[in-house]
């Protein structure tokens, strides 16, 4: 079959893999010929060898793709975080190393089933927002090459924007993961600082980093997420992941810094852009809660105007002392400058920090989460060549606070310039709150935008709503419960909700079965010969789930149904027997489409 437009969303390339009419070999021979037909826009810094990567091919062609979560999906990594037998090089040649073994994250994606394709460009030493300060090139635009792809994690937005992988991963101190996702049309998900482990990435200030996900959707972060928040016993920052209260999704309060606080730098478009997205959110069910959002701001000068630069020092110190110009010229200067706090500064400082996160507290009393753009403007190549300190400073106004106040946070994006540019928003709250996050910046992506990347390909049809709440159970409907179909009022009615719309593992049959109205469907499970049938999965209240499951009658009832991404949840099932005398429209995918031939 002919891959060239082929989305590499990963939901779909499991779907396809699934149901056999994708392999892994014939995808990673596409992307391969992708990257080298691809517009050079300095991305890519190390490749990983043909043969390795066919080896991955091969491993996977001995195990069924229902068998790993992230089975054949091709993934970048940015140069910063080892991968085994490939030079980590932090965007500095004279400092390349060839670790033996991948870091953390690394090996649980590789262990899943993932794919690596190559070490992406960066910023060097992941210092900057703007993915121009690497002896590699500056990263280019996935949209214009004339302007900045935003760093320091540059090459692995791009290299996702263009679709040449399925997601990435980068890092993030001080907005290195959520810049680059709002100039490229990308989610961004920086986590809660310690759940993803650091162990294997080169540091920038170790207290502080964080490991970063690019991915075309929110429901692809998550994957992502799932695979790689596993705990780090030999990471000393790392942290066991916990669940936050779910959001609602149709009555939340969202705070927005007061007017004076709103900083665009002079791009009108991106002051109108962030106003319309304002009102998306409260078209969405959100309350706007004006909030004071100096505190904010005052921790995001700290960062590069306080001590914690001397962590950056730290990190390379040996080289920066012995051979200060193996650095990139203006990566050295900011640096440098590291070497002259002391530690009564770093004191201070510290308190500062701590005075100002109690300040800020007091928001969460009134918002659910706060939201900003993720940056205020984007910039020229040219302009920031000629302005680089404070053009990458203006990156920062909305980002750098963020892992001093231990927040979680998500880039999403929320429209375009008239000049075709992307525009982001970045929502963020306490720490551990990534799932509510991911499930209103999916709304919100698909509120805003149609595409994904640069690649004018369409949105994946698979949303995401996060994960149920404990006292919810997610429930796969496939007939007259559907949205919009006679029974759905059986849900509705006690208070359910739609988590998504999804479709099936390629293992079940689909039957009409005899009877009504209302008519009704039987899906059954079977060894051979199944096809993925159209879902759609509610979250019930668990107080309710009986007296539903109470009014289900034979041959129907509820089991485990599995879905296209190899989970599995409570769903419709029906008795093998009732196939007997009952329509096989497996053909035909799902009830709806049954219901339209019918007509």
């Known amino acids: 079959m002919s891959l060239n437009n082929l989305s590499l969303d990963i939901g779909s390339l499991l779907a396809g893999y699934r149901s056999g009419t994708l392999t892994p070999r014939d995808v990673m021979t596409n992307v391969l010929t992708r990257i080298s037909q691809a517009r050079d826009k300095s991305a890519w810094i190390t490749m990983v060898p043909d043969s390795r990567i066919f080896d991955y091919v091969r491993r996977l062609e001995e195990k069924s793709p229902h068998s790993l979560p992230l089975y054949g999906i091709p993934f970048a990594i940015k140069d910063n975080i080892d991968l085994a037998g490939v030079p980590t090089t932090v965007a500095c040649p004279a400092h390349a190393f060839t670790p033996e073994r991948s870091a953390f994250v690394v090996k649980k994606l590789i262990d899943a089933g993932a794919i690596p394709i190559g070490k992406t460009n960066l910023d060097q030493f992941a210092t900057g927002l703007v993915g121009t300060r690497s002896p590699y090139g500056a990263c280019r635009n996935a949209f214009n090459g004339d302007y900045i792809s935003g760093g320091s994690s540059s090459g692995s937005a791009v290299a996702l924007a263009m679709g040449l992988v399925s997601f990435a991963l980068g890092t993030d101190t001080a907005g290195s993961g959520r810049v680059p996702a709002a100039f490229n049309n990308l989610i961004g998900l920086k986590p809660t600082r310690g759940v993803l482990s650091t ?285 919009g179909l006679p029974l759905n009022p059986q849900l509705t009615s006690r208070g359910a909700r739609m988590l998504q719309r999804t479709r099936s593992s390629p293992n079940y049959r689909f039957y009409a079965l005899p009877g009504g109205p209302p008519h009704r469907p039987g899906m059954i499970r079977v060894a051979t010969g199944g096809a993925a049938i159209e879902l759609e999965v509610w979250s019930v209240p668990a107080q309710h789930f009986g007296s539903f499951v109470a009014q289900i009658p034979a041959p129907l009832g509820i089991g485990k149904v599995e879905l296209a991404d190899g989970s599995w949840v409570s769903g419709f099932i029906c008795e093998g027997f009732a196939a007997n005398g009952a329509q096989d429209i497996t053909q035909l995918g799902g009830w709806k489409a049954y219901l339209r031939s019918s007509k």
């Open 199 to 483: 162990r294997g990435v080169f540091p920038a200030c170790r207290s502080l980093d964080c490991v970063s996900i690019f991915a075309l959707t929110s429901a692809d972060a998550a994957r992502v997420l799932q695979v790689t928040q596993d705990y780090d016993s030999e990471d000393i920052y790392a942290r066991r992941a916990e669940s936050a209260p779910t959001l609602s999704q149709t009555a939340f309060r969202f705070g927005v810094p007061s007017a004076p606080a709103l900083q665009f730098f002079g791009d009108g478009e991106y002051e109108r852009l962030f106003e319309a997205s304002v009102k998306k959110l409260e078209a969405l069910g959100g309350t706007r809660v004006e909030i004071d959002f100096a505190p904010f701001l005052h921790a995001a000068r700290l960062l590069y105007e306080g001590p914690w630069v001397a962590e950056r020092y730290l990190a390379i110190r040996e080289r920066i002392e012995r051979a200060p110009e193996s650095l990139f010229p203006v990566t050295r200067d900011i640096i440098s400058r590291g070497a002259r706090g002391s530690a009564l500064d770093a004191f201070s400082a510290e308190y500062r920090r701590m005075d100002l996160k109690r300040l800020s507290e007091s928001v969460w009393d009134h918002v659910d989460l706060i939201v900003t753009p993720t940056a205020g403007t984007i910039y020229r190549i040219s302009d920031v060549e000629e302005d680089p300190i404070r053009l990458n400073s203006n990156l920062g106004y909305y980002t750098n606070f963020m892992n001093l106040f231990d927040l979680s946070a998500v880039a999403a994006p929320a429209g375009f310039r008239g000049d075709g540019l992307p525009f982001g928003i970045t929502f963020f709250a306490p720490a551990f709150s990534e799932k509510n996050l991911l499930a209103l910046a999916d709304r919100v992506q698909r509120a805003s935008v149609q595409s994904v990347g640069a690649m004018n390909q369409p949105l994946p049809e698979e949303t995401y709503t996060g994960a149920g709440a404990a006292d919810e159970i997610p429930v796969a409907v496939c007939g007259a419960h559907m949205e």
